[in-house]
């Protein structure tokens, strides 16, 4: 029996989940969650195997949560189900440890397939992100100036696109807000920017925010 754990901020999401991996008798749902602060308590109270977790949720995203996954549940395996194409997000968050990433737009059944393939401690790779590492190896040198930014920076390079001030980023990432003045200046430099309206205009025009 593989437990697994929900996280989507619509409750209706969840039930419709919950619904639909009750039909399959190796599944059974040991727990939800509606936002990354409450996916990290999940995994810290209730054994699970596989996580399938939404990246845009208020307060604290997927993005912030799945670091403090990895490291509170390395044996968790964590499958990213987003409404965002898996060309904005997918490379950076396996990078980042996530298990799979599959879109919102998939087949069901494509779902439960990530799940067993993930609770076997493989990674679930769809043919388009298969596509992207073998477009990433082979033009390491031209990635995309995000694509060059740490786990930490990209975080904090989404929430400043956002419009978040960075008292609001030190809170919800649980840093100082020189420490988040140091990352905005390291960010900018890596992607050549100067402004966070550069960065909004950016994360804009790559689909990294709506």
């Known amino acids: ?48 195997d596989v996580l399938v977790m939404d990246l845009s949720m208020p307060g604290q995203s997927g993005i912030d949560a799945l670091a403090m996954i990895r490291a509170k549940a390395p044996d968790v395996g964590i499958l990213i189900l987003s409404g965002y194409p898996e060309e904005h997000y997918a490379m950076n968050l396996i990078r980042q440890g996530a298990s799979g990433y599959l879109n919102k737009e998939c087949d069901p059944g494509e779902i439960v397939e990530a799940i067993r393939t993930i609770a076997l401690g493989k990674r679930y790779i769809t043919p388009t992100v298969a596509e992207l590492l073998a477009q990433q190896l082979n033009r390491k040198s031209d990635a995309l100036p995000h694509e060059h930014l740490s786990e930490r920076e990209f975080q904090v390079f989404l929430k400043l696109a956002k419009g978040q001030t960075a008292g609001d980023i030190a809170d919800a990432l649980s840093l100082s807000v020189k420490t988040v003045s140091t990352y905005r200046t390291r960010l900018m430099e890596k992607m050549g920017l100067s402004s966070n309206s550069d960065l909004t205009y950016y994360a804009l025009k790559n689909n990294l925010i709506d």
């Open 1 to 48: 029996m593989i437990r697994v754990g929900i996280v989507d901020d619509h409750a209706i999401v969840r039930s419709g989940l919950k619904q639909f991996f009750s039909e399959h008798v190796d599944l059974r749902v040991a727990g939800e969650a509606a936002s990354g602060r409450e996916a990290i308590d999940l995994v810290r109270t209730t054994e699970l």
